[in-house]
């Protein structure tokens, strides 16, 4: 039985690990992960539009926050994706 993956974060890491967008800042990111994970939810039809309005502020500090976490030791986005792409990534 395979676990169980969290949309979100699946979300969050293809955007983390996109090497083909160079400059991005920090808000752009979130910006993003947040409406990919927002038009997922809406294409299900399982969350009514005012849910979403209320889930987007807590769905961005949550990102945010995974964003901190994963690139803790990098000045940037930018530079957490160059240190990435010259190593291996485990799964």
Known sequence: MKPYT?????IF???LYNFIIE???SEDFVR???H???ESIRSQGTISVRTIEFLEQ?????????LRKKT????SLAQFRQAC???PRSS
Do not use: F, I
């Open 72 to 75: 803790y030791g990098h000045y």
């Open 13 to 15: 890491e293809k955007h």
């Open 32 to 34: 993003a992960v947040v």
């Open 6 to 10: 969290d949309p979100l974060y699946t």
């Open 58 to 66: 807590d769905l961005k500090e949550e990102v945010t926050e995974m």
């Open 85 to 87: 792409s010259r190593t």
């Open 36 to 38: 990919d994970y927002l």
């Open 23 to 25: 400059e991005q800042s």
